[in-house]
């Protein structure tokens, strides 16, 4: 549930360092939303559902909120701990986006939860519960019919998920058999013509359940990478100074394995199962954590990969002054399994790599920097983890100067004004790729710039791009000027979202190793409507284009346009729709509207178009009644995917 919303929501870092919290929001309409946020990355991660009960009440001054949150889940320490911590928020969007917080919120803090408040009284309730055991089981059964291409099959699973917490500090979770199917589609990104493969946000709740022990960066583990599980195992332990998390599944084929080099990602879609394990420590104290893990891959005749690493972070507040935090990742692998053409894994020469990533914060009424360091060995690989590029080493630093309140030519009134200096460069490391010597540069930036806060949760900036790129080993670094704009908005009380960022200048088109013009263009709308009989509805859309023009090499173009409905009848009923289209071309060649043969590059043209419609029934939380029916058509396969699904979830 985002901020564009009118709701109440409800904070508890049952822990009490500081580092997680677990929310629940409640909107207006009785909708409930709740997850995990994770202060280090400073992100809220959706996709946990906890067993919360609540109501809501319509009164002639607003509205009031009934929640019920039972103590078996939420995720404490037995025995002697920190004290709970806890906040409460209030979003009011049709007043300029207001957020109201019960604990302060002081912008030079390193996270949203750092100054929630302490709970009084919790050592006389913890006792009677915390060693209070449950169990749930959900099985869920799922029935498909598919039609492609004129051949039509029909399928259905029974699956099982089970979650047993004999005492508060262990929660052990299992899944067979799952079914992700109600799970929207990823959003389309365009990339223009780089060959860097994207991270994608996780949005199955198993993966969640244990984000706030992992606590690590995507190189280290990417659940994504986990494309579709048999069966999956998990335990995981949170106890006042130390916590821990093990999770072993078996993954069928069909998942893609990144591997990585210094200009482009190779992507295998692998062809046979294997078998995943990740083993997570954690130690904390005041001002620091302490983590090791260990992550391993088996394709079994076909080889392995195998990851061990440690990592941490430190703080450091000053009352008055500036805050501090370092955070570090170090990794080493070692791998035995390659890929052929077919992307079957076969077992080879064991090859060993290394990781290194650093990253220092500081924040203070008058400065917010970042400096980052990040080496990638050429034979470091990480199958449970997205590492896009490897034999690489990255330095960047990020300066902002914090100048307040100003007063602005125009009469533009604004909350908070920055100044920003970003620098950023990219090298070979090691031996090159071929036709690369060592210390190449690829990627090279000089970004100065401003950013603006004003009203209506109005956010503004503009950046110089000074940059150089190299689109291959042993290639022209190429001059690529560009100026990047882009604006967040909450303008209306029925436009509660509306975001763009558009780049445009001089761009590589990493295919042709060529410069043209071009850029990239991204935007975003969300709509909320109030309907008669106590429905609602929520209309977000999305555009996203890349675009370079050449005068000597065909153009190239990418586009994509994204539209969610979402209709509430109540709080238990929902009717989602999704129209999705995305298209990606190189031209055919034309110079000042005459037609002229290229030999350089084969023209080609990408176009896939994604329809679906889900509803869904919620009794109560953890039962539900799941309706759903797709189209798909991939312009490179003939022919239209349909698909009709009938999903029963019921937990008990």
């Known amino acids: 549930m985002a901020r564009d919303q009118d709701y109440v929501g409800v904070w508890i870092d049952p822990a009490g360092h500081g580092r997680s919290a677990q929310f629940v929001r409640v909107n207006v309409a009785g909708v409930v939303g709740d997850g995990i946020y994770r202060a280090d990355e400073d992100e809220e991660d959706a996709g946990p559902d906890f067993p919360v009960e ?101 399928r259905t699973d029974l699956g099982l998920d089970i979650t047993a917490r004999p005492r508060a500090d262990w929660v052990f979770n299992a899944t067979l058999n799952p079914d992700f199917s ?57 106890g006042a100074d130390v916590d821990a998390t093990a999770l072993a599944g078996h993954d069928r084929a069909g998942g893609t394995v990144l591997r990585g080099t210094a200009y482009e990602t190779v992507e ?46 430190w703080r450091r507040r000053h009352e008055g002054g500036g805050d501090v935090q370092a955070a570090w990742t170090l990794m080493g692998s070692a791998t035995t399994a390659t890929f052929d053409d077919a992307g079957m894994p076969r077992a080879g020469r064991q090859a060993h790599g290394a990781y290194a990533w650093g990253r220092l914060d500081y924040m203070s009424p008058d400065w917010a920097n970042m400096a980052q360091l990040e080496a990638i060995g050429a034979d470091f690989f990480n199958d449970n983890g997205f590492v896009p590029q490897s034999g690489i080493a990255k330095a960047e630093i990020q300066l902002n100067r914090r100048l307040g309140a100003r007063n602005l030519p125009g009469g533009i009134d604004t909350h908070e ?35 603006l806060y004003g009203a209506r949760q109005t956010r503004f900036w503009a950046d110089l791009g000074i940059d150089r790129q190299r689109a291959r080993p042993g290639g022209r670094l190429h001059r690529t000027p560009v100026v990047y704009v882009g604006i967040e908005s909450s303008p209306l009380p029925w436009l509660v979202r509306l975001n763009g960022e558009l780049t445009v200048g001089r761009q ?137 699904t009938a999903k029963l979830q019921w937990e008990s």
Not at 269 to 287: F, I, K, P, T
């Open 54 to 154: 609540t109501a809501v009440r319509r009164l002639p001054d607003g509205y009031a909120v009934e929640l019920r949150w039972p103590l078996s889940s939420l995720r404490f320490p037995h025995g002697e701990a920190r004290p709970w911590r806890m906040m409460v928020e209030r979003s009011v969007p049709g007043a300029g986006g207001m957020l109201l917080l019960s604990a302060p919120l002081d912008k030079n803090a390193l996270s949203f939860i750092a100054e929630m408040d302490e709970l009084s009284q919790m050592e006389r309730i913890l006792p009677v519960v915390q060693d209070k055991g449950f169990w749930s089981f959900r099985p869920e059964l799922t029935s498909r019919r598919t039609s492609v291409a004129g051949t039509t099959s029909r």
């Open 417 to 451: 004004t920055e100044l920003h200096l970003g620098l950023h460069e990219q090298r070979t490391l090691g031996r090159g790729p071929a036709g690369a010597a060592s210390g190449e540069v690829v990627q090279r930036w000089i970004r100065p710039g401003f950013w």
């Open 182 to 238: 109600q799970v929207e589609i990823d959003e389309p990104t365009s990339a223009g013509t780089n060959r860097i493969a994207l991270s994608l946000p996780e949005k199955r709740a198993f993966f969640l359940e244990s984000a706030d022990v992992l606590g690590m960066r995507i190189p280290a583990f990417y659940s994504r990478a986990i494309a579709d599980p048999a069966w999956g195992a998990r335990a995981t332990y949170r």
């Open 508 to 644: 590589l088109d990493v295919e042709a190793d060529a410069v043209g013009r071009g850029g990239t263009l991204q935007a975003e709308a969300g709509l909320r409507f109030a309907l008669p009989a106590g429905w609602s509805l929520e209309s977000d859309h999305r555009w996203n284009r890349a675009w370079v023009r050449h005068r000597s090499r065909q153009d190239f173009v990418d586009y994509g346009w994204r539209w969610v409905g979402t209709l509430h009848m109540s709080a238990r009923d929902s009717l989602r729709a999704i129209v999705q289209n995305t298209s990606a071309a190189r031209l055919e060649g034309a110079i000042d509207g005459e037609a002229v043969r290229f030999d350089l590059l084969e023209p080609w043209r990408d176009r896939a178009r994604h329809r679906s419609l889900l509803y869904r029934h919620m009794p109560r939380l953890g039962r539900s009644l799941s309706l759903g029916l797709t189209t798909d058509v991939n312009g490179a396969l003939p022919g239209k995917s349909r698909g009709v």
């Open 268 to 313: 295998h879609v692998n062809a046979a199962d294997s078998n995943v394990v990740l083993l997570r420590g954690r130690r904390h104290d005041e001002a620091a954590v302490m983590g090791a893990f260990l992550a391993a891959r088996d394709y079994r005749a076909g080889g392995r990969n195998l990851v061990l690493g440690t990592d941490g972070q």
